[in-house]
């Protein structure tokens, strides 16, 4: 009986995180991917009639917002790795005592709604600030001297709001890394450079994978940034898909490219995970264990 | 220690609940499915009447009431004694639908008692079955104080379930401080004002005012009328001469000084704090539209609603709200009461002579094929 009573602690566990899963994916998946075999108009009603051509439909003159949010997702995540990972470094191992400071600060936005941050970046942006008229000046702005509803301002707001995703578990991981398996290499003349190419970074890839995912993934279903810091030509799919569903209330089309676009991301992630090797990603214990 | 009996009873427990939640949602997806009915040919339900008192939710655009302890709302509450919750959460008539639909479509109303929505908006709505009818004997101040030319809209003649709340033009709203120059919508098109320039989303606002700033008649126009006038925007969107599409916040980059024009609505002025701004009626004329205070289906405590009605029908505050809002009011008879200055403002009482060119707003031939052609403008 004993035994039967741990058997059941695992499904304890596990509870809540089902229920989660269940309620809120499993069963709104499952009216989306129905909803997705509808055909019909608000005005005639919708019916089911497995219009598999929605799959199709939904994606033709699609094609353009779909790579530009690759190209937007995908250099936010950039410019996120490239200012979170010395970041993180400087706070794992430079910060000293302003580290839990400095912690908090990456955190602290949070404390304001995604939105609201959004908007003030709007105000920051705006035409006759200041803070556009000294990047006038340096002649860092494009074409009109505008920033603001330009895809510079839309890949500016994504790098901003997803940034802390990117430095927590690059953070989490730096955190544990052994110094003196650094310190061996230089030991073994290892120069710097060498010694962060070959043992500091390479340890690291997990926090970089993950963070590259915990970034990427919402960044190319963002519609938030490119609907207020974006103006025309830089709809992302997401606005798209929003577009659909309020504005043109086509939703089995809306369905089935919200359903296609869950696809692609997950195809990209399964590679990128296969590539990055599933240790990079889930952590590799036996390493872990042996470097102490 | 626990006994066994106790251990086994919450192995069941657990158990039970598993069932349980699985049967739920089975249960949930057997029921869910029917996205959406349309086309309801029952008779609509009429507005009932009766005494007004308690809470009543109000749906309507940002700019459009007179705040504050004097504004309508709290004149109406100290009168009447009804809690008026009253949100400012329609933007855009589509995006408004969008939100509401899945609702309206289950006979709910999100606890909103009116909406304020556009005519052709309210046709639509009431087409869908999530409107309710009015019956005129309940409102004996608003139809006898309504405007004549408010009464027989084609749409919905002898107002069965719209009610004007206010009318309006759209025009250009114009920095005169940047670009004085702008008189007409073709120059919101001259590449000087390249990303200075902003345009509603309102599909039936925008395309029929670049229509008539090529000559056509919108009310004539064929479905390649509309969609020209389209092509037409897209080359100014691919070029950066537009530098959005916006619903009413069209006043944000209006006051951040972004753009040196917008196509906006004339009685704006409440929520545009640029003082260089000025509404400009454009050299072809203007688009003509109101907006109604509609019912809709499952709108709890109506006869406050209906309540609502009266009391802003009344002259000596109708009068009060289109000096501050500045739109044109439904009611008829107000310059008289009007303070000077606001009788003589073309904007509250327009002229026949002002809106000589003007068009009343209608909707294309074929509305999908034109929405869809202009949806794929705006996210472009």
Redesign the interface.
Known sequence: ??S??QR?VP??LLGPGL?WL??FF??PM??MG??AL?S???????E?TWAFENFPNALS?HE??ILRSFFYAGTATLLCLLIGYPLAYAIAFRAGRFKTLLLFAVIAPFFTTYLIRTIAW??IL???SPVVSVLQTLSLTP??G?V??TSGAVIAGLTYNFLPFMILPLYANLERLDLRLVEAAKDLYSSSRTAFLKVTLPLTMPGIVAGVLLTFIPAFGDYINAELLG???Q?MIG??IQ?L?????N??EAAALSFLMMALILVIVLVYIRFAGTEAFMGDEDDAEGAK | MVS?DR??G??AA?LAV?VA?VAL?LG??AC????????DSSEAPTAKAGPVKGDLTISNWPGYIEPGKDGTVAEFEDETGVSVKYIEDVNDN??F???L?PQLEQGESGGRSIFVVTDWMAELMY??GYLQEINSDDLPTVFENMSASLRDPSFDPGRKFSIPWQSGMTGIWVDQSKAPEIKSINDLFDPKY??KVTML?EMRDTVALVMKAEGVDPAEATNEDWLAAIDKVKSA??S?Q????TGNEYN?DLN???VVAAIGWSGDASIISNENAEWVMPTEGCVLWSDNMVIPVGAPNTPAALGWMEFVYQPEVAVKLAEYITYVSPVEGLEDLAKPEVAKNPLVFPTPEFQKNCSTQVSPPDV?EV??AW??V???
Do not use: H
Not at chain 1, 40 to 46: N, P, T, V
Not at chain 2, 242 to 245: H, K, L, M, N, S
């Open positions: 009986m004993r039967l009573k059941l499904f304890w229920l269940i309620f499993v069963v499952y009216f129905e909803l509808y019909g108009s608000l005005r005639s009603g919708f089911l003159g353009e917002q709007k105000t705006s035409d006759d074409g009109d505008r603001l509803a103006g025309t030509g709809a606005n798209v577009s569903y309020l504005n043109q209330r939703y089995p | 066994k251990q086994q919450g192995a657990v598993m939640i949602v949930l997806a869910g499915g029917g996205g959406g009915g349309g086309g589509e995006d639908l969008g939100k639909q087409d869908l390249k990303g989303s969107v691919d950066g537009i530098r959005r599409f944000e951040a000084g972004n999908e929405e869809e949806q794929d705006l996210t472009g």
